[in-house]
């Protein structure tokens, strides 16, 4: 089998502290989004994903923020967070009181003689073949980021074309309000 090299080599993501998963409800009004950047910013905090979307009432968006910094100085960002006039409120979600997904499309270089190994890569992952042609194809793999990272590490033996991925979404688990 004859696979291309990664033509260029991704370095680590450098972190600046510990990774932090927040729920944020808030009104679906202009400029929202952009106060609340400005708190994370403030504090040194960077935003390492964001998933914005409406609710199940148009008047109220959800926002779910993947960000790494200082765990000492988390407990001021939701409280200052919370006391935006627009957020309803914020919340942090950790693995042992929520579901937490991303979802990734992975295009590879890909001939048909390397296309069973590909697939076989991507019914591991619970992948989904979402395009293919005669020299490539794109998967879409939903799970968490582990998971999203494994599958990357795999599918690296081939030529990444690109890979889009998503941020994380959260849920609370059981009754609790996300």
């Known amino acids: ?23 944020i409800l808030v009104n679906n009004e202009p400029g929202v989004l952009m106060r609340i950047c400005q708190v994370f910013s403030r504090r040194g905090f960077n935003i390492d994903s964001l998933v914005v979307s409406e609710g199940r009432n148009p008047n109220f968006s959800r926002m779910t923020i993947g ?71 794109i998967v879409m793999i939903t799970g968490d980021s582990p998971k999203i990272d494994a599958a990357v590490g795999m599918f690296s033996q081939f030529n990444i074309i690109e890979t889009v991925r998503t941020g994380k979404v959260v849920m609370a688990r059981g009754e609790q309000p996300t």
Do not use: Y
Not at 3 to 18: D, L, S
């Open 67 to 137: 960000i790494s910094g200082d765990s000492q100085g988390l407990n001021q960002i939701i409280m200052q967070v919370g006391k935006l006039i627009d957020v309803i409120h914020c919340f942090e979600h950790t693995s042992d009181n929520s579901v937490t997904k991303e979802m990734i499309l992975i295009k590879i270089q890909c001939s048909p003689g390397d296309r069973s190994m590909a697939l076989q890569i991507s019914e591991h992952f619970n992948g989904k073949t979402v395009d293919l042609t005669p020299t490539s194809m």
């Open 1 to 23: 089998m004859s696979h291309n090299p990664v033509t260029t080599e991704v370095p680590p993501v450098q972190r600046r502290g510990a990774l932090h998963t927040l729920s």
